[in-house]
């Protein structure tokens, strides 16, 4: 009995530390572990963020969370303004709108997904 309890323990132990709410070092989002390496779009998009010489890409991205969405947001211009947040599917959420405005007045910016060489994070 005592054999069955400790090997109870030991697998609760092991689940709990490879647990996707393990918050050290360990950021899950989109139902996958890692999302900066296995959210394809996203991977691309720090792949050529890494790089860029144009300073299109020189900027950080953020995991928040968006009416109990994971999102991404980035502050690299990408061509158009700052700001831009991705859903799952790496789809542009928001156009230029008050609901747009009120998530980017609201950001939490504590989970840092990627951030450019030499880019100042406050």
Known sequence: MKKIFLIIIVCLGLFYFNSCTKPENKICACGVKNPAKNLPWLAELIKTAESDETLLYFGAIWL???????????????????????????????????????????????????????????
């Open 64 to 122: 928040e969370n968006y009416y109990g969405q994971d999102v991404f947001v980035t502050n690299m211009p990408l061509g158009g303004f700052l700001y831009r947040v991705f859903d799952c599917e790496g789809n542009d959420l928001f156009n230029n709108n008050d609901e747009y405005w009120y998530f980017l007045n609201h950001l939490k910016k504590d989970i840092v997904i990627y951030v450019s060489p030499n880019y100042p994070l406050n």
